[in-house]
């Protein structure tokens, strides 16, 4: 057993125990369940799926102390085809079972697979809950703006207007941003990511995986059977350049090969694109998720167009440290179980059974 400033993830949960350094290392293959994997062709799943099994070797866990929890939905059928622990629990409440693993177990390393309608509709108050609590785990949410295992109905991500089964006059719903919603949560990481692009998934995963605390990764997810091509505009080789605002700490958020940035909107307080020739490199932002203040990375996130993706924020938003839930609820029974002078041995049975209390025989 280690603890987890030992850890090569320090966000992980001291108590969780490592691979002996003289095993074979892990491979994608451990962690591949016999399960046969039943998304349609093309679908985006199967390369998130894929980068998953190839990242979870690097944490260098064992199999064991790594728990999947999802709800319902395409993306939910996760836990089966991963070989760690998992549960396919009930829709929309993931956040809520995996928040009781992540409190009683602090030795597991806990996520959550969700999709849009699953985390967004029915479970839209226990992502919020879960975010603002802050607790230890990590929150995939995968974003094909439809709902795929029912058969093409639209989500609360799908843009106003959108056709559909249960919208054949087009959808009247305005719909969620989920990196915005998540901000104003508080979400303490909040990123985008793409299922194409295995490399900056890997490294969002990465990231989020060593956040001691709740994070939240929304993955754009194309869905070739209902929502086709919905995310075309930050695939596509010819235009991603100038749909893609890649978002690295520290670095100018400059996009469209380096001829377009992020600058301060003075008229509404939020951001805007600028041609880099017209306003000069120094008024360009320079990208800082550790601000605690929230406000910056909002602003960015409203950036995302909801129709069409016409320029799109990917990469961790915002990465601040601040408490966890599960801790402090540690915290307060290792406090409570902890007897002062002339106070009963055990004050936590004292304070169940203290005060207006009586037997019924």
């Known amino acids: 057993m280690t603890t987890s400033t030992e850890l090569p993830f320090p966000g992980l949960r001291s108590g969780v125990e490592l691979v002996p350094t003289n095993d074979q ?6 962690y591949t369940s016999d399960q046969e994997v039943r998304w349609c062709p093309g679908c985006g799943d199967y390369a998130v799926l894929k980068a998953v099994q190839g990242f979870l070797p690097e944490l260098g866990l064992r199999r064991e102390n790594i728990v ?16 760690t622990y998992g549960m396919h629990s009930i829709h929309g409440r993931a956040p809520s079972i995996a928040t009781g693993i992540a409190t009683a177990r602090e030795d597991l390393s806990v996520w959550v697979v969700t999709g849009d309608g699953d985390a967004l509709s029915i479970g839209g108050n226990h992502l919020i809950h879960a975010l603002r609590r802050n607790v230890n785990m990590t929150i995939m949410l995968f974003n094909n703006r439809i709902y795929g295992l029912t058969k093409g109905q639209y989500s ?22 989920p990196v915005s919603l998540a901000l104003g949560a508080e979400g303490s990481f909040v990123a985008r990511t793409i299922d194409s692009d295995r490399k900056h998934l890997t490294s969002v995963l990465s990231a989020a995986a060593a956040h001691r605390g709740t994070s939240f990764v929304e993955i754009y997810q194309n869905c070739p059977i209902f929502n086709d091509g919905a995310f075309d505009a930050i695939k596509n080789n010819d235009t991603k350049a100038d ?11 400059l996009f469209g090969n380096g001829s377009k940035g992020l600058v301060r909107d003075t008229e509404t307080g939020g951001v805007k694109v600028a041609l880099v020739a017209d306003v000069g490199q120094d008024a360009i932002m320079v990208h800082d998720a550790h601000n605690t203040d929230p406000t910056t990375a909002f602003a960015i996130s409203r950036l995302t167009d909801s129709g069409y993706l016409n320029q799109s924020p990917i990469g961790i938003f915002r990465q601040v440290e601040r408490p966890t839930y599960d801790d402090g609820a540690r915290g307060q029974i290792a406090s409570a179980q902890q007897a002062a002078p002339g106070e009963p041995q055990d004050r936590l049975a ?12």
Not at 25 to 30: D, S, V
């Open 243 to 253: 749909a893609i605002i890649p978002l690295v700490h520290g670095e100018p958020i």
């Open 68 to 83: 999947f929890v999802s709800g319902i939905g395409c993306s939910s059928r996760f836990p089966y085809y991963l070989d």
């Open 350 to 361: 004292a304070l169940i059974g203290g005060g207006d209390t009586w037997t019924v025989v």
């Open 156 to 177: 609360p991500t799908s843009e106003a207007g959108k056709i559909t089964k249960s919208t054949p006059m087009g959808s009247l719903d305005h719909p969620f941003n």
């Open 25 to 30: 290392p892990q491979t994608g293959k451990e």
